[in-house]
């Protein structure tokens, strides 16, 4: 009780301004929270399609080596049959 007799000054003093900066403040700190959130979830999405996209061009060099070294390609070789 004692805390609040000495921050009774400091509340009247400051008011409706301390209130609206106390309230932006508790605002804000969720928006960067939320943010976080958002960015991290971003970061996951955009590993997993890195591994996807060397997945497929993994699978695409196996294609072209083939079609290199003279061997049917798969898609050509299911027209010619």
Request: proline share 4%; charged share 20%; net charge negative.
């Amino acid at each position: 009780m004692e805390f609040l007799n000495q921050l009774s000054p400091f509340i009247e003093n400051a008011g409706f301004p301390a209130l609206i900066f106390a309230i932006w403040y508790i605002y804000h700190q969720s928006q960067v929270k939320t943010l976080e959130t958002i960015i991290n979830d971003n970061f996951e999405i955009l590993k997993e399609l890195l591994e996807t996209n060397q997945y497929h061009a993994a699978i695409l060099s196996r294609i072209e080596s083939k079609i290199d070294n003279n061997l049917w390609c798969p898609i050509l070789k299911k027209e010619v049959s």
